[in-house]
């Protein structure tokens, strides 16, 4: 079966950084986009960034644009998120996903066809 694995997340305090990983488990994903998505309690899952196969073409919330960075190793399997300045309100369970679609870039949930199990992110004020 198919799985995204997701590390990297904890608890830090405002202003923080961390960097959250993503490696499949089962086949290579080196000809999918990769996207990162986030839920916090109570909210809907929301698009964070989103990478194409090569890692030439990225894109990102409005909100995150400044402080996140994706990036891919391809060589490694691997897709990372690193987030710095962190706030409070970036408080969430963080989300890897795959994409075979083409609109991979509009941040769709429904256009992503794999999912990690997430991994939680707490920012203390």
């Known amino acids: 079966q198919v799985q995204l694995v997701e590390s990297g997340g904890g608890l830090v305090q405002a202003g923080a950084s961390l960097r959250l990983s993503c490696a499949p488990s089962?086949?290579?994903?080196?000809?999918?986009?990769m996207g990162w998505f986030r839920q916090a309690p109570g909210q809907e899952r929301e698009f964070v960034a989103a990478?194409?196969?090569?890692?030439?073409?990225?894109y990102y919330a409005n909100s995150m644009k400044g402080r996140f960075t994706i990036s891919r190793d391809n060589a490694k399997n691997t897709v990372y998120l690193q987030m710095n300045s962190l706030k409070p309100e970036d408080t969430a369970v963080y989300y890897c996903?795959?994409?075979?679609?083409?609109?991979?870039?509009?941040?769709?949930?429904?256009?992503?066809?794999?999912w990690g199990q997430g991994t939680q992110v707490t920012v203390s004020s």
């Open positions: 996903a795959a994409s075979s679609s083409s609109r991979w870039f509009t941040g769709n949930r429904s256009d992503y066809n794999y």
């Open positions: 089962g086949r290579t994903f080196g000809s999918y986009a």
């Open positions: 990478t194409s196969w090569s890692g030439t073409t990225l």
